[in-house]
């Protein structure tokens, strides 16, 4: 069972802080090999969500409201799975919870991604739906893609 905690950047012990940021890095520098500055100062703005199985992080992600991170929608990003926690539907419950908090928290309803191209099928399986925008993200092959409460 995964216990779950939100807190704000200043909430977060160095602890905590350690762990979310070694496993982005195991993640998102090492597996992916993306070569990038994780430190992109919109930490201070999120909602860090963290998911403990038996007291070890295993699952994280990090909330914005609309204006924080994209200009006219709430959304989530550095979306990580410890890698020996994966195929236990643990990425659909990280999302899940991500979603959860952007609409217990936020005014504007629709949610807004910039997805790994290989996870498209994942998030439209949950709801998201492309809307046209393909890019480079370090290195990387995105599309936006967006989550409406009130058409899902």
């Given at each position: ?22 496993l ?12 990038y ?26 909330i ?21 926690e ?67």
């Amino acid at each position: 069972m995964i216990e779950w905690k939100e807190q704000k950047f200043s909430d977060l012990n160095t602890k905590e802080l350690y762990e979310i940021f070694k496993l982005r890095c195991e993640v998102f520098v090492v597996e992916q090999e993306i070569l990038y500055n994780d430190f992109d100062d919109k930490d201070y703005k999120a909602i860090h969500l963290s998911g403990f199985k038996k007291g070890k992080l295993m699952a994280y992600g990090r909330i914005f409201n609309k204006g924080d991170y994209y200009p006219n929608n709430p959304g989530f990003g550095r979306v990580a799975v410890v890698e020996r926690e994966r195929g236990n539907d643990y990425g659909k419950e990280l999302v899940k919870k991500c979603m959860e908090v952007c609409e217990r928290n936020f005014e504007e309803k629709e949610i807004k991604i910039s997805a790994q191209a290989y996870l498209e099928k994942f998030y439209l399986d949950l709801g998201f739906e492309y809307r046209g925008e393909r890019y480079m993200e370090d290195g990387i092959p995105h599309c936006a893609m967006y989550y409406n409460k009130k058409t899902n």
